[in-house]
């Protein structure tokens, strides 16, 4: 395949990664009206394990473990389990679309600063400013005017998944160093599966099996599509055409998630989540701009 056509492929299937992705919201927010927090989030992991089988025989790259990457399978374990746990109390009391906006928008905005605090990495006065206009554009989504509404549970919830997937974000750049991306979701994902078990075998995970199609439909969608098939394609495009074009595609998940709710939930389109959305991804364009220019 030649580069150009290359290209071309996986900037489609990108688009196709993020559209799973943001599917995934409105997805959770059908699991959420179904069944307990600690059943979903047992099946939503063991669905991941199981689908990431097909793709480990694939890639057919040999597994390699040491005492490092156990170290940092094991923390993103308990993270993802902790972001699975504050999605779905976010979604259940909030909006799938806000959610969505809030998390995607805020949470590389959290990892920078993060970053910057506990690798004492400098900041540039362009990148004050655009973490300044990231500040604004999370006044805005979480409408600061009215305080009431910024300490509503959803909300609460939301910020708490973005701190959370900010740490997610830190441990999986540094995991790279020691193991294959596929076999470091595919180990958290097994993890997960053993931990949520233990905590959800009281409530009989077998009722799942009791819900209708919807449900399965949400479930397999979430798990397979919305997590393994999406972060395979993201993980494949990295190596390919350069992690930082790849990331880039991210400001396409909060636009197919406000798309899917308000097609499928019938979610309402909030004004203020749009503009302060906006104004935060511009302020996440403006930092890496601002970064990649210091380099240069």
């Known amino acids: 395949m030649n580069t150009k056509k290359e290209s071309s492929t996986y900037t489609w299937l990108l688009v196709l990664a993020m559209l799973f992705w943001g599917g995934g919201w409105t997805a ?11 059943i979903i989030v047992f099946w939503r992991f063991f669905l991941m394990s199981l689908s990431f089988l097909p793709i480990l025989y694939f890639f057919k ?32 009391y909030g909006l799938a679309g806000a959610g969505s906006v809030i998390i995607t ?45 910024f300490f509503s549970t959803a909300n609460l919830y939301f ?22 991306p596929i076999h470091y979701s595919f180990f958290i994902s097994l993890i997960a599966t053993v931990v949520s078990f233990f905590y959800a075998y009281s409530s009989d ?41 790849t990331s ?3 400001f396409l998940v909060p636009i197919f998630a406000l798309l899917s709710a308000w097609l499928i939930l019938d979610e309402p389109i909030e004004t203020h989540i749009i503009v302060g959305g906006t104004i935060s991804m511009f302020a996440l364009y403006y930092i890496n701009h601002s970064k990649k220019s210091a380099t240069l």
């Open 61 to 92: 790259e040999p597994i390699r473990l040491s005492k490092h990457s156990l170290v940092f399978i094991g923390a993103s374990s308990v993270l993802n389990i902790a972001f699975m746990v504050s999605a779905f109390f976010g979604i259940k």
């Open 205 to 245: 995970v077998l009722l799942a099996f009791e819900q209708g199609v919807a449900f399965w439909v949400a479930l397999i969608y979430l798990a397979v599509f919305g997590q393994t098939i999406a972060t395979t394609i993201f993980f494949m495009a990295s190596g390919k055409i350069g992690s930082e074009r």
């Open 105 to 149: 928008s805020l949470s590389p905005l959290l990892t920078f600063v993060l970053v910057a605090l506990l690798f004492k990495k400098s900041v540039s006065k362009h990148q004050y400013f655009g973490l300044f206009i990231g500040l604004v554009g999370g006044f805005i989504i979480l409408e600061l005017d009215d305080m009431s509404l």
């Open 28 to 38: 959770l927010k059908i699991l959420t009206e179904s069944m307990p927090m600690d």
């Open 248 to 250: 880039s595609f991210m």
């Open 159 to 180: 910020l708490l998944c973005a701190l959370i997937w900010a740490g997610v974000t830190i441990l999986s750049q540094h995991s790279h160093a020691h193991i294959h």
